[in-house]
């Protein structure tokens, strides 16, 4: 299967939508911590044969984790992990109230990366063919 990854612009322009929808400040906090939330899911493909759920959950952890930008990380980080799934071909099944509370707990540590793997798989399925 062929993946396609986020680019920087891509995950900047969701965030930039996002603070125009919800609010928030402007800005880039850490350079260094999104590019390395930007790297993580391709990185992963280095080593390893992580599926599309484990790609997701490496946007979603290292988006909401690293807190690369001034405001909205956690909202960029579930949108860019949805985003990505989208234009691989899947698209996330669970309603707002157990996505907020997913996002959440992964922005506070309580939940890992594998975790949020695990949520993928569970609440994600493929987007049919028309």
């Not at 939508?17 to 899911?41: F, K, P, T, V």
Request: glycine share 8%; charged share 20%.
């Amino acid at each position: 299967m062929t993946v396609t990854f986020l680019t920087r612009r891509v995950v900047e322009a969701i965030h930039d939508e996002q603070l125009a929808r919800h609010g928030g400040a402007r800005g880039i906090r850490d350079e260094n911590g999104l590019e390395s939330a930007l790297a993580r899911a391709e990185q992963k493909t280095h080593y390893a044969q992580p599926d599309i759920f484990e790609l997701a959950a490496a946007y979603a952890f290292g988006l909401a984790r690293n807190h690369a930008f001034t405001d909205g990380n956690k909202r960029t980080a579930i949108v860019s992990a949805a985003t990505f799934l989208a234009v691989n071909g899947f698209e996330l099944t669970c309603d707002n109230g157990t996505l907020y509370t997913f996002t959440m707990e992964l922005s506070s540590g309580n939940i890992s990366e594998e975790g949020a793997a695990a949520f993928f798989r569970d609440f994600t399925m493929p987007v049919e063919a028309s």
